[in-house]
T-cell receptor, first 115, second 114 residues
Framework: GAGVSQSPSNKVTEKGKDVELRCDPI?????LYWYRQSLGQGLEFLIY????????KSGLPSDRFSAERTGGSVSTLTIQRTQQEDSAVYLC?????????????FGPGTRLTVL | GENVEQHPSTLSVQEGDSAVIKCTYS??????FPWYKQELGKGPQLIID?????GEKKDQRIAVTLNKTAKHFSLHITETQPEDSAVYFC?????????????FGQGTILTVHP
């Protein structure tokens, strides 16, 4: 079956521009996570959705970052007024339900480059 | 919050040798420890996980051990093959939460030489 998909796969933007990153989770998965992976680093948690609500936004680096999820499915991560330090791979993961033991399935990521 | 340290950052072995990657965590309430493999240009993929009520788990050539007292866990790969070459990440869930927020280690680049 189809896995988690993300678009675009690559995004190059100029400093100060806004960007939107999209995640399509596995059908039927109610939990959705966004992580950021900087070059040579581990994954950094950004935000978690259960259905359309986001109980934990604690990882968002600043108020320039926001995310929403509609219809319990697609999620969009928006970065406003991008900065060079925002350059990273943004990974989305979904799991069947919330709960610590549910496997998180990752998408291929969106590589964001801010010039 | 949880902090996960992973060592070594790079590991080079000959085909057929064993590879061991070690991680420590800080939050004693963490109870789930997955290991992910990430190949170039792809997202991480779960290869094995362990819960805190188990000390060891095996799946063919890979095994994970957990020492709750010392708060460390390790990945063991035996009879390594070139296709095992990838970046490996350990992770721990956020203790005290009811969902799967994960804190990841910094990753280990494993290279298996034919």
């Amino acid at each position: 079956g189809a896995g988690v998909s993300q678009s675009p796969s690559n995004k190059v933007t100029e400093k100060g521009k806004d960007v939107e990153l999209r995640c399509d989770p596995i059908s039927g998965h109610t939990a959705l996570y966004w992580y950021r992976q900087s070059l040579g680093q581990g994954l950094e948690f950004l935000i978690y959705f259960q259905g359309n609500s986001a109980p934990d936004k604690s990882g968002l680096p600043s108020d320039r970052f926001s995310a929403e999820r509609t219809g319990g499915s697609v999620s969009t991560l928006t970065i406003q007024r991008t900065q060079q330090e925002d350059s990273a791979v943004y990974l989305c993961a979904s799991s069947f339900s919330q709960g610590s033991y549910n496997e998180q399935f990752f998408g291929p990521g969106t590589r964001l480059t801010v010039l | 919050g949880e902090n996960v340290e992973q060592h070594p950052s790079t590991l080079s072995v000959q085909e057929g040798d064993s590879a061991v990657i070690k991680c420590t965590y800080s939050d004693s309430a963490s109870n789930y420890f997955p290991w992910y493999k990430q190949e170039l240009g792809k997202g991480p993929q779960l290869i094995i996980d362990i819960r805190s009520n188990v000390g060891e788990k095996k799946d063919q050539r890979i095994a994970v051990t957990l020492n709750k007292t010392a708060k460390h866990f390790s990945l063991h790969i035996t009879e390594t093959q070139p296709e095992d070459s990838a970046v490996y990440f350990c992770a721990a869930n956020a203790g005290g939460t009811s969902y799967g927020k994960l804190t990841f280690g910094q990753g280990t680049i494993l290279t298996v030489h034919p």
